[in-house]
């Protein structure tokens, strides 16, 4: 199986990135020739580390030829995968969850070096691939469908669900190969192939990541070449994605503005779309809250990530009678908390991804100072990093509480950066009422002891939410549940439950077992006899 893609021509070899890279066998996939389709001149993409903004690898972006062949060759292999039975096909998401186990180290500080999140998440995020891995092993002995009762006599009704062909994948910086995960296992135990464009920003552990798929391949063997590829580059390979017919489900993950650019042309082909684009997660802190939970619970899901998930909470409602503690304590956090290197011991907020992502924080911020809001915090912040001083190309902050008396315009926008607006509430109508008026659905909570309250946010009068939590922040949910959520979030649910059906063509098929032919809705069209 080869890797139609890419050519690394230059990691230096002082850097930590080389040896990961080489452990993980990215050398080895790049150095394969790359497919049918002739070398191509296209443009090199420089891969950055966040950490201190050097350069860290340079790869070369997927030519639109190279692209075309690797859907093609999916969707062959596609045609051979369909056919082996589930349980087998989960085999090679078993094997593919052991080759995660054995690096899990390496591909984690990867991801870290990647993205700039800590070394514990980092570490988390190839948790959250082995978590899926390990649902899909048993979704792949439990593919199920329905045997519904028909009206007529001697006949069966039922649901048969059968492989969809390509799944096509784009994946933001911020989860560069867990979100990749939960469309890849459900998608291959289902029996698709899958071919993958991770975000120009974070393509190393997407490379690991396939490096580590081919391994379990081989282990497995029997599996078509080409059932999973992986393109580089940017948005021209995610357009081809999005229009090629060879291609019957999209999932993409990323801005609300970029689902605005591939919904529409997805849906001009009736292509599939499974979209998981911006949040704008609010938390509401009611009067009877436990406050050390709480706070602990705001912390991990407002500053975790550097504030760069799209579950990051940022929004924190709070009842006007604690509003001062609260604030006063979130404070005491948001200056104490360790801003730096994320492979450091201590460290819980590393850098923003650029210095795009830094120019939308500063004017983020600006904009809320404008309309009179209280900024604490947000500030740029010199780190020095186990290598050196981190450069002016790194962009490490200072996370910011933005006490806002309402709704402004800037709140009511994601701004991918640490940033938490907090706001005070009377009645808890009025506290769900503001939750619910932003554009955005994906994630929420309710910190509460008071089991009115806490099923109110939960009822069809609460939180409009795709995800709604009690007592836990916004961020960091499970595998096992479905992942996703409303308005300009997309629609879209990932991973548990029974997402997988998305992956899957549903078929009704009505059996006759007996010898006469009943027409449904008791339909008469006797023919004569003779005349048939
Ligand atoms: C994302 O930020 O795109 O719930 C995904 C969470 C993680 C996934 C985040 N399990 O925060």
């Known amino acids: 199986m080869t890797n139609p893609v890419v050519l690394l021509d230059q990691v230096s070899p002082q850097d930590e990135a080389h040896p990961l890279l080489a452990r993980l066998g990215v050398e080895q996939i790049l150095a394969q020739p ?8 296209t443009p090199e993409l420089p891969v950055h580390t966040p950490i201190t903004g050097q350069v860290i690898a340079r790869l070369r972006e997927t030519s639109e030829a190279e692209a075309s062949d690797a859907i093609e060759a999916a969707h062959r292999a596609f045609l051979v995968w369909r056919s082996v039975p589930p349980p087998r096909r989960g085999e090679l998401v078993r094997v593919f969850g052991e080759e995660l186990r054995a690096e899990a180290a390496a591909l984690g500080r990867l991801v870290t070096l990647e993205t700039g999140k800590i070394l514990s998440e980092g570490l988390g995020e190839v948790q959250e691939m082995i978590d899926i891995c390990t649902f899909a092993v048993g979704l792949s002995r439990q593919l199920e469908g329905r045997t519904i009762a028909s009206e007529r006599a001697d006949h069966r009704m039922m649901e048969t669900w059968h492989p969809l062909g390509v799944v096509g994948v784009i994946s933001a910086f911020n989860f560069p190969v867990a979100v990749w995960s939960w469309n890849a296992a459900l998608a291959l135990v289902c029996g698709n192939a899958v071919v993958w464009k991770p975000s120009e920003k974070a393509p190393l552990s997407a490379l690991a990541t396939h490096a580590l798929f081919l391994r379990a391949a081989a282990k497995v063997g029997g599996v078509p070449p080409g059932l999973c590829a992986v393109l580089l580059g940017g948005v021209r390979l ?17 801005s609300t503005a970029m689902g605005r650019a591939v919904a529409p042309r997805l849906a ?7 979209l998981e684009l911006g949040g704008n997660n609010a938390a509401i802190v009611c009067p009877s809250a436990d406050l050390d939970l709480t706070l602990r619970a705001v912390a991990f899901a407002a500053l975790g990530t550097a504030g760069q998930r799209c579950t990051t909470l940022r929004r924190l409602i709070v009842h006007q009678s604690i509003y001062p503690e609260m604030i006063q304590r979130l404070k005491q956090v948001y200056r104490s908390v360790v801003v730096g290197d994320p492979r450091a011991a201590g460290t819980l907020v590393g850098p923003l991804i650029d210095q795009r992502s830094y120019a939308a924080m500063q004017a983020a911020l600006q904009e809320a100072r404008s309309h009179g809001a209280q900024v604490t ?4 912040v010199a780190v020095a990093t186990a290598d050196a001083e981190a450069g002016n190309a790194a962009f490490y902050v200072r996370p910011a509480l933005v006490e806002v008396a309402d709704q402004i315009p800037v709140v009511k926008r ?22 619910n008026d932003v554009s955005q659905g994906l994630s929420s909570s309710i910190f509460t002891l008071n089991m009115r ?19 836990i922040g916004t961020s960091g949910a499970e595998i096992g549940g479905a992942f996703g959520g409303e308005k300009e979030t997309g629609g879209g649910r990932e991973s548990g439950s029974d997402a997988w059906k998305q ?8 059996i006759n077992y007996g010898t006469r032919l009943p027409l449904a809705q008791g339909v008469s069209f006797e023919i004569e006899p003779g005349q048939g």
């Open 268 to 274: 001009r082909r009736f292509g599939r779309a499974l």
């Open 377 to 380: 915090g947000g500030e740029r």
């Open 453 to 471: 309250e806490a099923e109110q946010f939960l009822s069809a009068s609460g939180s409009d939410c795709g995800i709604a939590n009690v007592n």
């Open 503 to 510: 992956y899957m063509r549903r078929a009704t098929n009505t």
């Open 238 to 254: 995610g357009e081809l994605l999005v229009d090629s017919p060879w291609i019957s489900l999209l999932s993409a993950t990323g």
């Open 414 to 435: 994601e701004t991918f950066a640490p940033i938490l607006y907090v706001l005070p509430y009377r009645e808890l109508e009025e506290a769900i009422a503001l939750h």
């Open 34 to 41: 790359a497919g049918s389709a002739a070398p191509s001149s």
